[in-house]
């Protein structure tokens, strides 16, 4: 198929389309609200449904509805607005709802500013409401890669049955790159006995996450863990990028890794450091033994991870390499983005201590 | 070639539009592109600036802090970003509206009076297509043909008749700074 | 033998959990009937459950059910009604439920005209919680958060739902009725099925707010609490159809 020009929000929501989701449920927020204007347009040319819902809150819960309905569905919002879909997050892993969720995150905490952020890691990737559990996060760093995981994350939801997060951030929202749109899913949507209203099920239909006696439900909080390791053993994914013989690995992801890119290619030619770069794609569940095998290689003096906050992945990071080397940590907050120019100061003072 | 370039003017002066069509012209010739636009609150008469990059490999950050090139349409632009500009590069002053020299003296500076250009062509809306033409002619980045082929898709059949005036816009843009530049290499 | 009377298939066989002398009981019933008596089959309805004293709804109606977060089942019915609009999709929520925490969710379902029908059970307290105030406890009306009584100048009146939303465009059916003798348990299923068949018509979004009792937290036996429902609720919550179109 021929690349197009696409701008990241508008791309992920034809992603979304041409794997069959037909239903988006949503609130406008700054810098995501090409995604339920694009919706708008959309949905109603391929037979499905956008509803501008009257906030987060009820956005979520209508996507909660459509899902236990069996619905292909998400909904998408930036760093406020998730915040207040936390609720309905949490009951929908309760009630093992598959569904996706898109967070272009912005500056924070509080109403913060609308500029590209990375300060939802520990929310997003901790569970982010209330109880014990955890969602599939996937940090794009291209609007490509936007696009393709758009259809693994609806995958992943409904093997799971555990609603999915795309991590963005308004950066990646609002970039235009050219891309090659996926190709429509051919294969019909997984059936979904347990769906209430559908052909398939089978017998009384219960979406519940309510078990009153504790035995019961710590029962089911086990079996949700079962679904974690499991999603734990198969679903991680990472991208390194000249880690071999590095003397120095750079951790980052989404559009801070592509800017760390950079800055290891510029590493070589100004500083004589070969540096690598270790993309976490899922930051949950983390990369931890592939940033651990990267940073036991001899050669490796040092990680640095670089951040859009005051550091929230880096905790991952050093969970990784423990004692093995030293770990620091670069990154600026509230909507502002390190420069190639500040990592490679950093670079250049971590090579002055080696 | 790592083209590098921040376009800045007031939200209304098409200055989204000169990168998108920078950008597609690029992809259709075959480069890697990327159009990084600046968002706000929403207001017309603010500031409005994007990134552009057009480049032979493929793109890292797609962040333009250090450009190849910088085009200034108005005052307050050219004050912000007449800094950002490396060491060699190019700065295109739209100087129908910015009344200041530029300080630099380690980089080519074009002083394009686009809105003037536009009037004398006969549209005053093509300023910012005189400014694009400086572009091409200060980088040769993309074709005026490859341009012209995406103008011809965003106008669309309603606008057609504005094809001729916009190419003719930016022609004498590139014509603009192509004498600037044969006059400059005259004076070493 | 001739069957003169049988239970409700809409209703499963496990044993309710409200308090003795409770009308929610009475009320399962009523919906469960009419809904049986709409002859679109079991098959066809999805309810939604509340959180509050109804919260294990979903173990008493005898179709698909869902249970929604507190106040949130207008969302959660809208989802599913979205998706399955060929279904009979209800809610049934309290007056914590709907009129406090959901109050935004009720609203715009009802603004919407979603075609959805909502059974709005007010009992003037929170039940399940232990008898705090409800929005719709009456001025006055002691309780375990209101330990002085209702004190309006402290915090306001109650909450009239039925007055508020038939001023919307998007309902089509709205009643107030009570159950606290028969004649009114009669008239109270005539209006559930009303409300009912305005769904199944696609006229639009209704509800049908009951007034109902709670014996345990208002401290009263139940005869003395169903006397205390008519004399004091009903003056303050008119009975009546608002909105019918």
């Keep these: 198929m021929a690349k197009i020009l696409m701008k990241g929000n508008e791309a992920i929501a034809e992603a979304a389309i041409k794997v069959g989701c037909r239903f988006f449920f949503g609130y406008p927020i700054t810098p995501q609200n090409q995604i339920p204007e694009y919706m708008s347009k959309r949905m109603p040319q391929v037979g499905g449904c956008f509803l501008q819902a009257e906030s987060e809150v009820s956005a979520i819960n209508m996507v909660y509805g459509a899902s236990g309905a069996g619905a292909r569905v998400m909904t998408s919002s930036s760093s406020p607005g998730i915040s207040l879909k936390q609720e309905g997050i949490s009951y929908a892993v309760g009630a093992e709802l598959p569904l996706v969720v898109v967070n272009m995150v912005r500056g924070g905490p509080g109403l913060g500013s609308i500029q590209p952020a990375q300060s939802d890691y520990f929310q997003a990737t901790r569970g982010g409401g209330h109880g014990d559990y955890r969602l599939p996060v996937f940090a794009p760093a291209s609007v490509q890669e936007a696009v393709e995981l758009m259809a693994v994350a609806f995958d992943v939801a409904d093997r799971y049955r555990n609603p999915v997060m795309l991590l963005g951030d308004g950066m990646l929202g609002q970039i235009m790159e050219p891309v090659e749109m996926i190709e429509e899913r051919k294969e019909p949507l997984p059936k979904k006995p347990w769906a209430s209203g559908v052909p398939e099920k089978e017998g009384r239909s219960i979406i519940n996450s309510l078990y009153i006696n504790p035995d019961e439900c710590e029962q089911h909080n086990y079996k949700l863990e079962r679904k974690y390791q499991e999603i734990t053993k198969n679903e991680v994914r990472v991208e390194t990028i000249g880690c071999e013989d590095a003397d120095v690995l750079l951790v980052a992801y989404g559009t801070m890794a592509r800017i760390c890119q950079r800055a290891a290619r510029d590493a070589k030619k100004e500083l004589g450091l070969n540096v690598g770069l270790v993309r976490p794609i899922t930051l949950w569940p983390y990369p931890y033994e592939q940033l651990a095998k990267c940073a036991a290689q001899a050669s490796v003096k040092h990680v640095l991870c670089v951040e859009m906050s005051t550091g929230q992945m880096v905790d991952d990071v050093r969970l990784a390499v423990s004692d093995m080397k030293p770990v620091s940590f670069y990154g600026r907050p509230g909507g502002m983005v390190p420069t190639v120019k500040d990592i490679l100061a950093k670079l250049s003072s971590i090579k002055e201590g080696m | 070639m790592e083209e590098m370039l921040i376009i800045a003017g007031f939200g209304g002066q098409g200055v989204q539009l000169i990168g998108q069509t920078l950008v597609k012209a690029g992809m259709d010739e075959g480069k890697e592109v990327s159009f990084l636009p600046s968002y706000g609150a929403e207001m017309r008469g603010g500031t409005s600036n994007c990134n552009v990059i057009i480049a032979d490999e493929p793109i890292c950050s797609p962040i333009v802090n250090e450009a190849t090139c910088v085009m200034a349409l108005n005052r307050p632009s050219l004050d912000k970003f007449e800094s950002a500009v490396l060491k060699g590069g190019a700065l295109l002053i739209n100087s129908s509206l910015i009344d200041r020299k530029s300080e630099r003296d380690d980089i080519e500076v074009f002083y394009v009076p686009a809105n003037e250009i536009a009037q004398e062509v006969g549209n005053l809306r093509t300023a910012n297509m005189v400014m694009l033409g400086a572009y091409i002619g200060v980088s040769g980045a993309v074709s005026v043909d490859a341009v012209m082929q995406n103008l011809k898709k965003t106008f669309g059949e309603r606008r057609a008749h504005l094809l001729p005036v916009n190419r003719q816009a930016i022609e004498k843009g590139i014509q603009c700074v192509q004498e600037q530049r044969a006059k400059a290499e005259k004076a070493l | ?245």
């Design chain 3, 1 to 245: 033998m001739a069957v003169v009377f049988k239970k409700t298939s809409m209703l499963t066989d496990t044993p309710f959990h409200y308090c003795p002398g409770c009308t929610h009981g009475i009320i399962h019933r009523l919906v469960a009937e009419a809904l049986e008596e709409l002859g679109v089959g079991n098959d066809n309805i999805i309810g939604v459950a509340p959180v509050g004293c109804a919260v294990f709804a979903y173990n008493y109606f005898n179709c698909d059910m869902m249970e929604a977060a507190h106040g949130r089942a207008p969302a959660v019915a809208t989802g599913i009604k979205r998706v399955h609009p060929d279904k009979v999709v209800f809610t049934y929520q309290g007056d914590g439920d709907l009129a406090s925490i959901g109050a935004a969710e009720i609203v715009h379902a009802a603004a919407r005209g979603e075609k959805i029908t909502t059974i709005f059970v007010n009992n003037a307290i929170y039940g399940m919680t232990g008898g705090q105030m409800a929005p719709t406890s009456l001025p006055g009306q002691v309780t375990t958060t209101s330990p002085y009584g209702r004190n309006v100048e402290h915090c306001g009146y109650p909450v009239l739902m039925c007055e508020m939303l038939s001023q919307l465009n998007g309902p089509a059916y709205i009643e107030r009725v009570s159950v606290h003798d028969v004649a009114h348990v009669a008239a109270a299923k005539r209006a559930i099925k009303k409300a009912l068949q305005a769904q199944v018509e696609g006229k639009g979004f209704s509800m049908i707010e009951v007034l109902s009792t709670c014996p345990t937290n208002w401290g009263l036996p139940p005869e003395e609490a169903l006397k205390w429902l008519q004399e004091n609720m009903i003056p303050q919550f008119p009975l009546g159809v608002y909105k019918e179109i």
